[in-house]
């Protein structure tokens, strides 16, 4: 930018900031207006953006269909069961009986389950979810906004910002049943108190902090990694001025000569094999497959790595901090991090006891198979969601097999060229720098263990290999969710970006800002609307709490399945308040499914309920009978549609005179 250009635009951003801050009565009542008239616009967006849910609060859930969108019925309906003050919430009898299950790993959602047994107590736990979708879609922008905001003092600005982290596809991708992901209006708050606290160094901004950071653990625990790395790169990036060097090295001809060598090795092997199909050779005892070229391109790359770092040198360089802001911010990382463990302690403590007693679940960690990433040419496919043009866009991600959810990475084409204006003009430096950083950190994170280009699997090693080996951030699995922050920078840039235009007119601001809810549009959603078998309304009658058995059993946490589970089964359990044999919770210990496998009543039936299972010797009907009665299992569903011919002779003969209610899937039975 020219000395001069930049002087006004330093200039301009100096008047508003001056404009914003003025203390006169009637400028603040007027800004206040103006922030109600926004309050008012994201409002109404958001019900546009979720259209037509507003319409069947009681009577539809966003989805396809029953499958993780019932799960987080279920939460709210555990909360009001136990009571939101009761320490048992953090574990469950009413599933996996006779086990019981720990929720601590859970997607329990206890933020949102804390909303639907206090102030949404007076609705039923469906209008209370959608409820509750809906004011995370208002509370993702309107806290975008307040971020971006405190950061450029423009509301045009801030609007935008709204706009694009509100309205992101991440967001609409999620909207068809991950509600946990969704509450993230937690990000900004968390990063706003935690961007005042650094700037302005005061302890009461620090406090809030801490407090914000805990209601992020309260509500997703994806969020609760993304906002300490992202605090940490900001603090990093901020105070200790980090800048990226790039130096020439000497000359080493030889060295880099053999380099390149191995590499044009490498590339002949990986062509010969994939023309030729490969071969396995024999050295001496030992058998090498040369019949993928995963490897070769693997070391392929690492030689051309290695070709570039014999030429240059990288670095990261950090000026030196004044001790006594290094003390300021110590104090301030140290006040905040003592009021985030005072408040998460509900939550620590169960999940100290759970890694003492070996129940921690992490995903299995392989080199070569893992969650995968986006695509770069999701980056750039379009929005899969639009009313217009989402059709095709979908037709040709599922060509590259790139996922309908996880893998949605559109940016908008208005947000990104703001963005770059943000990142080239904005006048304060430090700022622009750390959004900047921002945005290329976790866009890296969310590309996951291998850089993936049009659905091939380029086997270059990206850093998110290295984060999956990481005892804690392992859990958070899915790359692809990074993309929550990669929209959130991308928001505030463009903030920054719009925030330095002319102030002439303000009807260039508010194009660009329906041009970005136009290209973010994903109105209709999808909506399921729910039908609950009479059955289960049967047994709610029945008054008492005895234990379901539903058939075919199964078994499901976020790692895999063993047997049948019916999908709409957490939902159906709000509705019979009964406890249930089996059933989904995110992280099963081994311990529980080997226990299932092996028992001598329930392991036959979970064998015998997978889908694709050969023929399972099962109890006979007498001892059937009797092996519920020791179990203390009270009731039998059986669902004729999925249930086996054996599976449903058995219960017949067992259970036949017993029969208390039947619809048109499913049957009821008591065990007398």
């Known amino acids: ?104 790993l859970h997607t329990h959602t206890i933020l949102n389950g804390l909303a639907a047994a206090t102030i949404l107590n007076r609705l039923s736990v469906v209008e209370a979810q959608n409820v509750l979708v809906l004011a995370s879609v208002f509370l993702n922008a309107m806290s975008a906004y307040a971020l971006a905001y405190d950061v450029t003092r423009n509301r045009a600005g801030s609007v935008m910002a709204a706009t694009i982290f509100g309205g992101a596809p991440y967001f609409a991708a999620h909207l068809e049943g991950h509600f946990n992901l969704m509450v993230g209006w937690v990000i900004p708050v968390w990063l706003l108190f935690a961007r005042r606290a650094a700037n302005g160094r005061r302890m009461r901004d620090a406090v809030l902090a801490g407090a914000a950071l805990a209601l992020v653990a309260y509500a997703d625990y994806y969020y609760l990694i993304f906002s300490i790395a992202a605090a940490a790169c900001l603090l990093i990036i901020t105070h200790g001025r980090v800048r990226l060097v790039c130096e020439r090295r000497p000359s080493r001809k030889v060295l880099s000569v053999i380099v390149w060598l191995l590499a044009a090795l490498f590339a002949l092997l990986i062509g010969w094999i994939h023309f030729s199909g490969g071969t396995t050779l024999r050295v001496g005892g030992l058998g090498v497959s040369l019949l993928g070229t995963f490897n070769p391109r693997i070391a392929l790359w690492a030689t051309m790595i290695a070709a570039v770092l014999l030429r240059w040198r990288f670095s990261l360089r950090a000026d030196r901090v004044e001790a006594s802001l290094g003390r300021a911010d110590a104090r301030l990382v140290l006040a905040a991090g003592a009021v985030f463990c005072a408040a998460a302690i509900p ?16 995903p299995a960690t ?142 260039p601001a508010w194009t660009l800002i329906v041009l970005t809810i136009v290209d973010y549009a994903g109105a209709p959603i999808p909506l399921w609307s729910i039908d609950v078998p009479s059955v289960y309304q049967a047994l709610r009658a029945r008054g008492d709490q ?28 709000t509705i019979h308040q009964h406890p249930v044999v089996g059933g989904f919770v995110a992280r099963i210990p081994e311990r529980v499914t080997t226990a299932y496998l092996d028992d001598s ?72």
């Open 1 to 104: 930018m020219k000395p001069r250009a930049q002087a006004r635009s330093v200039r301009h951003f100096d008047d508003e900031r001056s404009q914003a801050e003025k203390s006169s009565s009637g400028c603040l009542v007027s800004e206040r207006a103006r922030h109600l008239e926004v309050v008012a616009l994201l409002c109404l967006v958001a019900v546009a953006q979720t259209w037509p849910l507003v319409r069947h609060l009681g009577t539809a859930l966003p989805g396809t269909g029953p499958g993780d969108n019932v799960n987080f019925v279920w939460n709210l309906w555990w909360m009001r069961h136990v009571g939101w003050n009761s320490s048992s919430f953090f574990h469950t009898d009413y599933l996996l009986w006779p086990f019981g299950a720990s929720l601590v």
């Open 347 to 362: 939550l620590v403590a169960p999940a100290a006891r759970i890694i003492g007693s070996g129940d921690y679940v992490g």
């Open 366 to 507: 392989y080199f070569r198979s893992a969650s995968p990433g986006i695509d770069v040419v999701a980056l750039v496919e379009g929005n899969p969601r639009h009313p217009l043009v989402g059709r095709y866009v979908r037709q040709f991600a599922d060509r590259l097999h790139i996922d309908p959810i996880e893998g949605v990475g559109w940016l908008g084409i208005v947000p990104v060229v703001l963005a770059w204006f943000g990142w080239r003009r904005w006048p304060a430096t430090a700022e622009r720098r750390a959004w900047g950083w921002l945005f290329g950190v976790f866009l890296v994170w969310a590309l996951g263990p291998f850089l993936t280009v049009w659905g091939w699997n380029t086997a270059l090693v990206l850093p998110q290999t290295a984060l999956r080996y990481l005892p804690i951030v392992s859990n958070a699995r899915v790359p692809g969710r990074a993309m929550v922050m990669v929209y959130l920078s991308l928001a505030i840039l463009s903030a920054m970006g719009l925030a330095t235009r002319s102030s002439r007119s303000r009807w």
């Open 546 to 573: 005895g234990v379901l058995l539903e058939l075919p059993m199964g078994i499901r946490d976020g790692f895999g399945s063993r047997g049948s589970m019916d999908p709409g089964s957490p939902l159906f359990q």
């Open 601 to 672: 009543l329930f392991g036959p039936l979970l064998r015998a309920s997978e889908p694709s299972t050969q023929a399972v010797a099962l109890p006979a009907p007498g001892a059937f009978h009797d092996d519920l009665r020791a179990k203390g299992i009270r009731y039998v569903i059986l669902r004729r549609s999925a249930a086996p011919t054996s599976m449903t002779r058995l219960v017949e003969e067992a259970l036949g005179p017993s029969l208390l209610a039947r619809d048109a899937e499913r049957d009821l039975f008591e065990v007398r």
